[in-house]
């Protein structure tokens, strides 16, 4: 009886001591998983530009490259935009007009830690944009892993033109068929301009010399799918509906937009992208 006591402490602890490493050699395989660089390479071809309710581009296809690279937890991203065509719009003045423009180059170095399901992500981006003055923000977000994703992001702009972008946004998938999904989004953005650039125009001097602009901004609604087509590469037709969240951001006074930057309206985007993972 005492030898038979024996021998099922020695297979408990046998067991126990198989099962330890056995997490380790899973925690182990999971650290190096992590510590690989891993990326992706997309683009995207759409019927316009839209960037924060912004009409950027205008009777033209955009085409839009994308290169992430991460590690770590930091990650480096390309991205660019070439317009085919590009016409003037509230908010857009060409440096090409009526030709085609590699307009837009912009570069985003980013940190995310996760806590459990709390996402943090800081970073920086440099926009390097043709048709304006290039620019730089910080940035700070927080995501939390539940049904809808909710995301809130702040970004703030320490150069050319001082102010702050707020954007809380929403996501989720549903699988339709296989691995196919159906990606729903929505986001809705704040902004508050804080540097001189930002005064509205007024009616009384026919000039930008009234408050500086501040206000619900920019909606979005998004739907698309997920389709693979084979390892590692995946095609996502998407259609997004842009629209003015207040009567600050699609006011025009005296046939000139209230808001600098241009005035917002309702806005139809529609397009495919092509990304390839690794």
Known sequence: MRSFKILLVLLFLLVSFSLTMAEEVKKEEGKKEEEKVTGSVSLGVYNRYIFRGYELSSGSVVIQPSVT???KGFSLNYWG???TNEKKT???VPDRPGSKSFNESDLTLSYTHSFGPLSLTGGYIYYGTKYTDETEELFISASYDII?????TIYRDITTYPGTYVNLSFSHSFEVYK???LD????FGYFKGDDNYWRTYESSTGEYTGKKYNGFHDGKLQAGF???VMKNLTVQPVVQYWFPL???????VDGSSYNPNGHLDDTWVVGLGVTFSF
């Open 90 to 92: 509230q908010s857009f």
């Open 184 to 187: 729903l989004a929505a986001s």
């Open 246 to 252: 207040s009567n600050k951001a699609k006011r025009i």
């Open 69 to 71: 690279l991460s590690y």
């Open 148 to 152: 809808s994703k909710p995301t809130l």
């Open 179 to 181: 691995d196919i999904t």
């Open 81 to 83: 935009n070439i317009d």
């Open 226 to 228: 997920t389709i693979p």
